[in-house]
């Protein structure tokens, strides 16, 4: 029987191991090729030209704008994100009175739960599309709002000044019902004697939250501040679906112009593909870098 361990084990490895070598090393090594040459999609003829397109890249106005918009959304969606996520969690953990159950969370927990995790069981698309609606400028839900106060109604995607500003509050919204749950759900394995100890000395939830959750929750911070790291450099979607870079590229971001850059007029898959390699390695160093710099030591609890 040992001596077939290792067949065994070779042979459900294998195929999902060609699968993914297939469909998703193949291609990135590919993007590199392409990078090199002046491939532009269609055509049989790809002729190599080094580094030129790299070299291109770093006097391209239009690409440095849509970086400039994904490092706003990297420095801006993390935070808000985790910071709305932690307290909303904390709040259905232990924003209820305390009682003689002990510290308790609000009446009706586990609807709020389901109410904010809603949003990620729509696709990207439908998000993108509902808000888009509740944007318009004149049908829109946020506007008839504001008419109804005899506020001013401006138009939010098509104003270069708010444009950029309302895709980051979408990006925020869908997200934060996803971390609301991962962190109630690491909370809920926290001791309420801990809870209950530190009330009893007359911390308040907010000191609670900073100097208690917050380190015994370190590790799930940190991967969720990975995951939405990568996705504030993505944001592709969501901008294609609501103003495709507009207005005058006012909320372009990188992953918009790659893809203008491969599938637009120009067809220019060479240079597209060098927008996606550094895409591609700006992503690892963000990812290293939240590694590093969020390192601690651990703190258990028993």
Known sequence: MRHGKYPLIITFLLPPLLLYGVFVL???LQAFQISTTNWLGYSAQADPVGLANFRTLLHDGQV???????AIMLAVVPVVTIALGLFFATMLTMGGRK?????????GTAVYRMVYFFPQVLSVVIIALLWKEVYHPNNGLLNGALRA???????????????????????????????????????SAIPRD?????????ASRLTTLRRITVPLLW?????????????????????????NGGPNFSSDVIGLRMYETAFGSESKFG????????????TLSVAVLALRTARRDRIEYS
């Open 26 to 28: 193949s291609p990135y």
């Open 64 to 70: 440095w704008n849509a970086v400039k918009n994904n």
């Open 99 to 107: 009682g003689r159950a002990g510290v308790t969370g609000v009446r």
């Open 149 to 187: 106060f005899g506020l001013p109604a401006p138009t939010w995607l098509g104003d270069p000044r708010t444009a950029f500003w309302c895709v980051l509050v979408v990006m925020i919204w869908s997200n934060v019902g996803f971390y609301v749950v991962l962190f109630g759900a690491a909370m």
């Open 194 to 202: 801990i809870y209950e100890a530190v009330m009893l000395d007359g």
């Open 219 to 243: 590790d799930t911070v940190q991967v969720a501040w990975i995951y939405l790291a990568i996705a504030a450099l993505d944001g592709f979607i969501l901008v294609q679906q609501m103003t």
């Open 271 to 282: 240079y597209a593909s060098a927008i996606g390699v550094v895409m591609l390695f700006l």
